[in-house]
């Protein structure tokens, strides 16, 4: 799958440093994966789970939230936000249109 944005996953990294080996081994698993549907997702991620119109990946032992919007057509994965489970927990994330 072809991850869009990784941008967003350099800019996290910057101010949340402990994310980044976590962040990086999800990148590298997700670009190379050829996902269907979550039942596939969930294969190599136990605990993803689709919420609204995303896919959310406990990154680091649950510590942050990864929130993507998965695109198994176009196998594109568009990063939508990355939050701390405290941040992710407030809920305003799912203001997001495409939510």
């Not at 979550?38 to 190599?44: E, F, G, N, R």
Request: hydrophobic share 35%; net charge positive; aromatic share 16%.
């Amino acid at each position: 799958m072809r991850v869009i944005s990784r941008r967003i996953l350099r800019d996290f990294c910057t101010s949340h440093a402990d994310s980044c080996d976590a962040l990086y081994n999800w990148y590298k698993i997700a670009s190379k994966a050829h996902w269907q549907n979550l039942t596939d997702v969930q294969k190599t991620y136990k605990t993803a789970e689709a919420v609204g119109n995303f896919t959310v990946f406990n990154i680091k032992g649950n510590r942050y939230r990864l929130i993507v919007d998965l695109v198994y057509t176009s196998q594109r994965i568009y990063i939508k936000h990355i939050l701390t489970h405290a941040e992710y927990d407030k809920g305003k994330w799912k203001n997001d249109p495409y939510f």
